[in-house]
């Protein structure tokens, strides 16, 4: 009996101990300069790719922010690309173009919906060859004012291969356990990236020096990562991918804790994919990655693909013990888990993530669905 207890006490150690000790590591990095030659007033030609499907409420606003952006806006350009969506998108952008010409929009259309990766690489087509810089971003976001010029720096130094941003939720959307996975989840990516790079990268602003995208021969399908796996390859390809601190984008977060699970469910799904697939392909290719980035990856991977389940099996012993022998124990246990639950928002925020990176494993493991629908309400 004593054994159960001792197993499930181990089992959970181990869980929470490797990634502390990771953050803890980590964290001291946070501050560390940045080891690169950055020069302030770089100022790149960009192509900004938004892919669009029924985004019809959101794309005025879309454009706005970027034409609001404190960049030259004669080297800058954006490529609207929309999947036959059934409200709109493609009319109300091409509408706004035409009354607002200080920014050049191009709205490019495919026939049919074949999901976001391809619509990137066909319009990918149409960024013009000077481009130095490509960036991809959703529809329903928002960025911060300077975030494009804070960006465009980074790429002045010829080892930075991408730009990623920090997500903040949308400033009255964002409530709750939302605030606290973003606050570690930037920590930890700009630390990474002061190490050397970081795995993980975002849809609401992705950077791309473009000759890079050029020499991947566009972004793979292999992965549903659209964000994530192509920032490694460069990453692999000898580049940094780095996520800014001064880089911030606004995401509007469902407001619904169903919308919002969906949401979570689908992204780890997805990152699930990227850490399985990418090594293999990576391999495949004859490339080798950097020592700091490959413990940075392999750290991650383990972080989202083992350890929750070192804590749901931590769960079998311990039931057996509170069934079988001691139900007082388990009431004092249950006891102490909700309390610790409902004072640390930190704790509820890491256990509620266990649990959707194990449910989305599971459900890769029995086929994911080839086109994810649109969360509604998410587009406020
Ligand atoms: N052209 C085109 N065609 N655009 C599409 C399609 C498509 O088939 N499907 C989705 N999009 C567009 C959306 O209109 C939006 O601008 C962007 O792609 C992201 O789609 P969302 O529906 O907002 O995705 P999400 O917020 O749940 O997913 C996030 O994580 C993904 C990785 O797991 C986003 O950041 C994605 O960009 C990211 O790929
Ligand atoms: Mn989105």
Redesign the pocket.
């Known amino acids: 009996m004593a054994f159960l207890g001792y197993l499930t006490l181990i089992l959970v150690i181990i869980h929470f101990a490797i990634p502390l000790l990771y953050f803890v590591c980590l964290r001291r990095r946070v501050e560390d300069l940045w080891k690169l030659e950055i020069r302030n007033d770089y100022e790149p030609k960009i192509a900004v790719i938004?892919?669009?499907?029924n985004?019809a409420p959101r794309i005025k606003e879309r454009l706005e922010n970027i034409k609001n952006q404190n960049y030259p806006r004669k080297k800058l350009r954006v490529i609207v690309?929309?999947?036959a969506s059934i409200d709109k998108t493609a009319e109300i952008a091409r509408n706004w173009a035409s009354k607002n010409r200080s920014l050049k929009v191009k709205v490019i259309e495919?026939g049919e919906?074949?999901?976001?990766i391809l619509?990137l690489n066909y319009a990918f087509k149409h960024v013009p060859e000077n481009t130095d810089v490509v960036i991809f971003t959703?529809?329903?976001c928002k960025w911060k004012m300077d975030a494009l010029k804070n960006a465009a720096k980074y790429f002045s130094d010829t080892s930075v291969g991408a730009v990623t941003c920090c997500i903040y939720p949308y400033e009255d959307l964002g409530k709750g356990l939302e605030d606290t996975y973003r606050y570690y989840n930037n920590m930890v990516r700009v630390a990474e990236s002061k190490i050397w790079s970081t795995p993980i990268a975002?849809?609401?602003f992705l950077a791309f020096r473009r000759i890079l995208l050029w020499k991947m021969g566009r972004l793979p399908t292999w992965s549903?990562?659209?964000?994530s796996t192509p920032a490694s390859l460069v990453v692999f390809m000898g580049y940094r991918a780095i996520a800014a601190p001064d880089v911030i984008a606004y995401e509007y977060v469902p407001v619904s804790l169903k919308g919002n699970l969906v949401?979570r469910i689908?992204?780890a799904q997805?990152l699930i994919q990227h850490f399985l697939r990418t090594r293999k392909k990576v391999r495949e290719m004859g490339l080798e990655p950097r020592k700091p980035f490959k413990y940075i990856f392999q750290m991650e991977k383990f972080l989202h693909i083992v350890n929750p389940w070192i804590l749901l099996s931590a769960a079998a012993p311990l039931l057996i013990l509170v069934f079988v022998y001691e139900l007082y124990f388990g009431l004092l246990l249950a006891g102490m888990v909700g309390l610790g639950v409902s004072v640390s928002k930190t704790l509820r925020m890491w256990l509620l993530t266990q649990v959707v990176l194990a449910y989305a494993f599971l459900k890769n493991l029995f086929g994911e669905t080839e086109?994810?629908e649109?969360?509604r309400e998410s587009r406020g």
């Open positions: 938004v892919p669009t499907y985004e690309v929309d999947s495919e919906r074949r999901g976001k619509a959703d529809a329903d975002h849809g609401p549903k990562a659209d964000d949401r689908r992204r997805h086109m994810w649109p969360i």
